[in-house]
Every structure is written in structure tokens, then in C-alpha cells.
């Protein structure tokens, strides 16, 4: 699989057979001289392939005049290509027009979306895109009718961004129904879309959302110029385009964010944030994003303001427990015994009598095994997981403690730890803490605290080096700006979304 991954997203080197063809498709419609000829055209790009309907039509009205209807069967309407094409074009009368392609667009075809076009590869690219192709015999151009029908889900609340309180709305793996749902919430002239395609198999639909007037100029360039150097055989998801967008692919922590909640999604475009929709995926990404931007939830502007912020306080405090808890413990044990309360040392070194490992391969080994616990759970259907992840931790500890090959304030600690790692609402957060725990680890199972301290000015570090498309990623913490402090720890009472504060309005200089 990992092969098959790896040849589908590299870049390839095409082989002049393959330059030839794409010269050779640079063809005009008027080159043709019979609609047979373009039929053979389009069957010799596609193959013979099922789904492709080539319909051929007859207007008995004005004097035999042939046409040649191509469409995919699966992603079209056909009802609507029946009653609102074929039949239309059948049963008009004759009359005396300069351009019967023109007449046809203007009079008699009712469709919202419709286009001309004489190059056979643009004819051949809105094909794939679910419309309908309309040749008639004679003329120089070709009709691009949209009668596009894409299957999908409806929609319904957000599985990843849950909330007590405030809309149940999120966004699908349509691109047009993601566009419907931002504009229902921005209904402003200033609502702008970007639109293109990657890949070169795939031909995904990118889109690019801002307000024009609060978003930086700047920031619509580089992210609209960096999806156009995108060169990949495919894009099957919104992660693709944020890896290869951003400053520091190799990064441990998330440099870009995401969303699946409509609201959510209209506050960051009014805070001057870009959004990028890819079709097939409900995820929208966030640029650009700092650190503190993986505490917040939507949650937080529904609840008071007192309750919200301290409930944010309390997941910053859950990140500390998350990041330190194992490694404090190993190195107490281990290194600082002296640091414990006498009679805490008595009953931790009674439970570690008949421990054989160290505290470090001790908490290594019930760590990773929670990890995998927690893995099954999320691979296994919804119902049998959580019985897998809940049953088979307590299971799993219980006999460790009971075998003796863990103590159980071992046990204890990894699961404070794997709670608290629950209360970090983002889950490429939650993610990342998760790997920095077990270097964290090793450092305090090699020097004790010293270890935790120099494993600590390593994260301080590599925290200060990152950045999101010009975003200071520890702002507005450090560099410190008092005015957006109002809603980095605390969340303040404000009257609308928009931030004003001295990190923001840089980023927008």
C-alpha cells in the first residue's frame, strides 16, 4: 500500500508519446469534418469505456440537421437531459438566425449554465466535470451544458466538532453545498471565491474563500500562487494541499488548521483568515493559524464568558498533564527520590517491589500499549471500539498490576494522562503531544529532571522557529500583545468576531 501511495503522489517525468497526445488534443471543433469524426475523437481519448452515452439526434424541423449529445451516465441527470435538451431541440421550428449555436443558448435551452467552446481538450475536462456536450452539424463551436448530479451525503452535524450548544450544521464532500452554506452565513459582496483544479488524474476542484477588505492581499497571492505549483498525480483530500503549502512540511506540530462547522468557519473569514475548500472532503482549511488556535471551539462563543474561559485554562492545564505527567513521574522515581513526600515513597517503592523493569520501560510499555488500545478503538466499528478501548484498558491494567510487571501508580499516571490528552479539542494536536510525550520521556529516563528541562528548551525552540504563512505561530503569547490576550487564555465579552488585535493587523500589513 505504501508503494502504491507513494508512485500515485510523485511527480512524473511524461514521455514525448504523452506530450504528442496532449498536442494532438489541441484541436478545434471546426477541424472536424463529420460528428462521426468527433465521436471517434472522444472514443479514442476515453476508450471504450461504459457510461459514456453518445446520442445521436435528428431536428426534423429544420431540414434534418444532425447533432451528437455526449454525457457520463453516472454523474449527469438524465430526466433533466431528456426533458430539458432533447426535447427542446426535437420540437423547435425553423427560423432564420446567423448563429444557430447562439440561438440554441439564448431561446431554447432553459439550463443556468451554459458554455461555448471550439477546443476539444477544454471539451474533453467539461465532460469529466458532469456536463453535457452538444455538437450540431456545421458549426464551429460546442455547447457545455450543465446537467451535473453528484451523489452525496445531506447535511448534519459535525462527528469531529461536536457542541452542547449553537448550530448542527457542517460541511460534505460537496464543494457547491460547502459554497452554499458560507455564503448563508456571509451575505456580503466582499465574499470572494478562487476557484481551480489539481491534479492531473483526479482534476480535484480547489477553492480559495476570503473577504475581500479584511484578508491580506498578500495572503490570497502566496496561497493561490503555492496551489498552482502543486504537481501531483492526484489529490484525494484537504491534507494533501495543506502538506504541500506550508513553510515546514516536517514540522511536529500543526501549522495549519482545519473545520468542519459552518460557523466556525465564517468567524475565521471574519477574523482575516484564508479558507481553502477541496472538493470531496467536508475539512476546510484555516490560514493562517497560531498555536493557541488549537485551544478554541466553537463551544467557547456559545457559553459565558467566565465558564468558557475557564474552561479553556483548564485545556492548556490538560496540554501540561498530557506532555509532563509521564516523564515527572519517571523521573522522581528514578532520579529525585528525595523530591517525594516520605510516605508516597514508602507506598510507591512497596507496589515497585516486584516490578523487573525500570520506571522508564515501565511507562514506555504501558504507554504504547494504550496507544494501540486507543488505535483499535478508532479502526473498529463505533460500537465494538469503544467497548475494545474502555474494556480492554481496565482489563489490560488490572492484570499488568496483578502479574507484576507494572506498579499501580504507573497505571494511574498513564491514565490521568490519556484523559487528559482527550480534553485537546484538536485532534492533529492531540496527535502531535502525543509524540513529543515519548521524547520527553526518553530525556527523563536518561537525566532525570535535567532531561525534562533540556527536552522542554528543544520544544520552546522549534515552537519559536515555526511559522503560518507569515504568522508568527506563538503569537500573540511571544511575541506578547496585550490586546489579543483577550481572547488567547480568557475569552472576553465582544461584540462581533473580528479580531483588532496588534498580532492580526501585522499579519495583515
Known sequence: MGVLTLRFFRRKKYTKSFLSNQKRNQKKVSSFQSLEEIKQEFKQYFGEQEGIIYRKIILPHINQKKCLL???????????????????????????????????????????????????????????????????????????????????????????????????????????VNKALIRKRIKSNKLRFKSTRVGKYTQTNVSIVFIQGIAKKSLVKEIEKRINKIDLDGVVGSNIIGEKIIEQPYAILPTVGNTERTDSAAAFLLEGKVLIIVDGTPFLLVLPVAMTHFFQTAEDYYSQSISASLIRILRFFAFLITLYAPSIYIALTTFHQEMIPTMAVSNIAAQREGVPFPAFLEAFMMEVTFEILREAGVRMPKMVGQAVSVVGAIVIGQAAVDAGFVSAAMVIVVAITAIASFVIPSYNMANSVRILRFIMMIFAGSFGFYGIMISTFMIVIHLSSLQSFGMIYTAPISPFYKRDQKDTFIRLIRTTFSSKGKALKENKE
Open 70 to 176: 455526449i454525457f457520463i451516465s453516472e454523474i449527469t441527470n438524465q430526466d433533466y437531459i431528456s426533458d430539458q435538451i432533447i426535447q427542446p431541440i426535437k420540437t423547435m421550428k425553423k427560423h432564420e438566425v446567423t448563429s444557430f449555436i447562439a440561438y440554441l443558448e439564448e431561446n431554447i435551452l432553459t439550463t443556468g449554465d451554459i458554455s461555448t467552446s471550439n477546443e476539444i481538450t477544454t471539451l474533453f475536462d467539461n465532460l469529466l466535470m458532469g456536463k453535457a456536450l452538444l455538437f450540431i452539424e456545421e458549426e464551429q463551436e460546442a455547447l457545455s451544458i450543465s446537467v451535473d448530479e453528484w451523489k452525496g451525503r445531506s447535511v448534519e452535524e459535525s462527528p469531529a466538532e461536536t457542541a452542547v450548544r449553537g448550530p448542527r450544521e457542517s460541511f460534505t464532500e460537496n464543494m457547491n
